[in-house]
C-alpha cells in the first residue's frame, strides 16, 4: 500500500461494497471519507423533507459500517473540501459522479481547482449502468424514445460491469478539526411526520441487499403481471436505496440475471431489467436536456392552458378528490414516503388531465414527499404522464380512476387500507360509490360529502374538456 492519502466523497453511493471510487481510494492507502450537506448548489432543488429523512438514516448506517469515522460537513462543498485537504494532508480526492445540472456544474469547478494546485482527482461510474455521453444514436445525438434507447443503446453495447467487493482493509483517517454530527446536520423534521414513514422502511446498505436478496427470492417471479398491482408484493421497492446509491444499479441488475439463471424468469427478469433501463433512460435526458425539470420537453404544452386551481391541488394533496384509488395512492405517499408505480400514473393522469393542473405541481410534491425523489426519474415521469415528455403517454391517454381501480384492485384490499372510511363498502361501488343506493351507504356507514368526499369533478366532462384543450394548443402550435 502507498503512503497516499485519498479524500473520497460520498454523495449518492453511500454504500462500501461495490463502491468504484473508495475501491480504487482503498487500493491507494490511506481514506479520508467525507459526506457534505450542501443545499446551496441545488437552489429550488434542494432535498424534500422525505429525502432528507432517508438521508438521515443512510448516513447514520454507513457511518456504522465504517466504524463511526464518518467525516461530516455542511456548507460550500467547493470551500469544504480544501479544507480538508489541509487538515488531514490528504494529497488526492475521488468521488462517484453524480448527474444533476449543478452537480456536474459543481464537480467540473472542483476538478479544475484542484488540477490548478496539482492535487489528483478522479471520478467513476457508481450510479449508472451505463454513461449518457456513451449511450447516443449513431449520428452521436442522444436518444429521445426508449425502446431504441433500450434495445439498441443498452443491449446492443457491452455488458454493464460486475459488482466490486468491499474494499479489504479499509484504512480510514479521521479529520480530527472536525467536530460536525449527523444531528447536526438537522435532516430530520419538526414534526412527527417521519415517524410513520420510519416504521415502513429498513435503510441502509444492509437492509438495501437484504430487500434486493428478498425480492429476487420470492417477487421476481411473475413480475412482468403482478407489478400493475399494488396490493401484490411483486413490486422491488428498490428506488430509494438505489438513489442514494446503497446498492448499485450492477448489483441489482446481475442479481436478477443470476436468478434468471437458476429459475428461468426470463420474461420477467426481462422486464425488471427494462425499468433499470427507464433509469437509465431518465438519467440520459437529463444530462442531455438539463432544462427537463422545469421546461416541457415538447413545447407545445408551452401554450397549453392549465388551471391554477388552489383547491384542487390541496384535494389531490391530501387525498380527499372523492376519487378513492387517486385518494389512496396520494395517502399512500403522505403515510409511507412511497408509491406504488401503477397508481402514481393514475394520480399523476388525475391531476393534469382531469383537473388541468401543470404537472410542475405534481413534481413538487412528490419531490417533497417521497424516500426515492429523484431529480432524473421525477422529472422525466411527470412530463410523460402530462403528454409533455419525451416518449411521452399520449395526451389522449387518460387513466380513468374507476376502471382502473377495478382492474388492479379488484377486492379492493389496497385502496380500503388506506382509504378506511370506504372499508366496508362493496367492491361494486367501492371507486364509484356516488353510485351505491342510499341503504348501503347508510349500512355501511358512509355520509358523501361528510365521512368521504363528493367527486370534485365529473370525470367524462373533464376528460372532454382535457381533450378539447391540447387540440387547440396543438393548432396554436401547427398552424
Not at 428461468?264 to 432544462?291: A, I, K
Request: proline share 6%.
Amino acid at each position: 500500500m502507498s503512503n497516499k492519502t485519498t479524500i473520497f466523497w460520498f454523495r449518492q453511493d453511500l454504500r462500501i461494497s461495490d463502491n468504484p471510487g473508495l475501491f480504487e481510494a482503498a487500493q491507494n492507502g490511506r481514506v479520508v471519507p467525507i459526506y457534505i450537506l450542501d443545499d446551496q448548489e441545488a437552489e429550488s432543488f434542494k432535498m424534500g423533507g422525505a429525502s432528507r429523512l432517508w438521508l438521515h438514516h443512510s448516513l447514520k448506517a454507513l457511518n456504522e459500517s465504517l466504524s463511526n469515522s464518518l467525516n461530516l460537513y455542511a456548507g460550500n462543498s467547493k470551500d469544504i473540501i480544501f479544507q480538508i485537504l489541509h487538515n488531514t494532508s490528504a494529497n488526492a480526492v475521488y468521488w462517484n459522479r453524480c448527474y444533476e445540472p449543478w452537480r456536474i456544474k459543481n464537480d467540473s469547478e472542483i476538478k479544475e481547482k484542484l488540477k490548478n494546485k496539482n492535487i489528483e482527482c478522479k471520478s467513476f461510474n457508481g450510479s449508472l449502468l451505463w454513461e449518457p455521453w456513451e449511450n447516443l444514436k449513431k449520428d452521436r445525438t442522444p436518444y429521445k424514445v426508449f425502446t431504441p434507447f433500450y434495445n439498441r443503446g443498452c443491449l446492443q453495447t457491452s455488458a454493464p460491469r460486475l459488482p466490486l467487493p468491499k474494499p479489504e482493509n479499509l484504512e480510514i483517517v479521521k479529520d480530527i478539526n472536525n467536530k460536525t454530527t449527523i444531528e447536526n446536520l438537522n435532516l430530520l423534521p419538526t414534526t412527527k411526520w417521519n415517524k410513520p414513514i420510519e416504521s415502513c422502511w429498513k435503510i441502509g446498505e444492509k437492509a438495501a441487499q437484504e430487500r434486493l436478496i428478498n425480492f429476487t427470492d420470492n417477487g421476481l417471479k411473475n413480475y412482468k403481471e403482478n407489478r400493475n398491482y399494488p396490493f401484490k408484493k411483486n413490486v422491488s421497492r428498490l428506488s430509494p436505496h438505489l438513489h442514494f446509491g446503497e446498492i448499485s444499479p450492477n448489483q441489482a441488475w446481475h442479481s436478477a440475471q443470476i436468478k434468471n439463471m437458476d429459475q428461468g424468469y426470463t420474461s420477467d427478469v426481462d422486464c425488471f431489467l427494462s425499468e433499470l433501463g427507464w433509469r437509465e433512460f431518465s438519467h440520459s435526458l437529463l444530462y442531455h436536456f438539463p432544462d427537463l425539470p422545469y421546461k416541457n420537453f415538447q413545447s407545445t404544452f408551452d401554450n397549453f392552458p392549465w388551471i391554477d386551481n388552489h383547491e384542487y391541488v390541496n384535494a389531490w394533496k391530501t387525498g380527499q378528490t372523492g376519487y378513492p384509488i387517486v385518494d389512496a395512492g396520494m395517502r399512500e405517499l403522505w403515510q409511507t414516503g412511497y408509491m406504488h408505480n401503477r397508481v402514481r400514473m393514475i394520480v399523476g393522469s388525475f391531476l393534469v388531465k382531469n383537473l388541468l393542473v401543470h404537472w410542475h405541481h405534481g413534481r413538487d410534491w412528490f419531490w417533497d414527499c417521497l424516500v426515492d425523489a429523484d431529480l432524473a426519474n421525477n422529472s422525466a415521469s411527470w412530463q410523460w404522464i402530462a403528454g409533455s415528455g419525451a416518449d411521452a403517454a399520449p395526451y389522449f391517454r387518460i387513466f380513468n380512476p374507476i376502471t382502473q381501480g377495478e382492474k388492479f384492485d379488484p377486492e379492493g384490499q389496497y385502496t380500503r387500507h388506506f382509504v378506511p372510511e370506504l372499508e366496508k363498502l362493496p367492491n361494486k361501488y367501492l371507486f364509484n360509490p356516488w353510485k351505491a343506493p342510499k341503504n348501503i351507504l347508510e349500512n355501511c356507514g358512509i355520509v358523501l360529502g361528510k365521512t368521504y368526499p363528493n367527486p370534485i369533478i365529473n370525470l367524462e366532462q373533464s376528460r372532454n374538456i382535457a381533450l378539447q384543450a391540447y387540440k387547440k394548443t396543438k393548432k396554436i402550435q401547427d398552424p
